[in-house]
């Protein structure tokens, strides 16, 4: 198997995108944050001693996305045209759900995991005096659009 990251003698590198067509990619991501029964009450009712962790960890996604070229070091810098990042308490945890959308050479799936990761981090960050044991799961890719591949779903995902 060729890694399209690796050059001939094994070294890392970053992939030269320019022959490749720009097209409109998405790509959605999912994760979960599991939490104690006294902190998902707390989310519901207000009661986090730093404020509006939901709001913190929506705002905190979408900087993440755009901060991806950063922290990733292969991911490409690409315009970024649209992030929603959406949550859901259940009575397990959070939810999170990232949404992100380019016209480019090159997919936006690292994107949207990071989106997802970060919102989590700052959710965790956000109730951790509440909920020490708080455990982030199951970040994956769920859906991709565009590029030569066209559209891909996670088979087992709704």
Do not use: Y
């Not at 990251?5 to 890392?12: F, I, K, M, Q, R």
């Amino acid at each position: 198997m060729k890694f399209s990251h690796l050059d001939e003698s094994g070294a890392a590198r970053m992939v030269d995108v320019s022959a490749k067509d720009v097209t409109v990619r998405t790509a959605t991501a999912r994760g979960f944050v599991r939490l104690s029964a006294s902190c998902v009450a707390a989310l519901r009712e207000g009661g986090v001693p730093k404020g509006d962790a939901l709001a913190v960890a929506r705002i905190a996604g979408i900087m993440g996305a755009k901060k991806t070229p950063d922290l990733v070091p292969m991911c490409h810098p690409i315009p970024i045209h649209g992030v929603q990042v959406d949550l859901r308490v259940t009575d397990e945890g959070v939810f999170v759900e990232a949404r992100a959308k380019t016209a480019d050479r090159t997919g936006i799936e690292m994107e949207a995991l990071t989106a997802v990761s970060v919102a989590a981090l700052a959710l965790v960050d956000m109730v951790k005096a509440v909920d020490p044991g708080a455990v982030i799961t199951d970040v994956r890719v769920v859906e991709k659009t565009g590029g030569k591949t066209g559209t891909w779903n996670r088979p087992e995902e709704p």
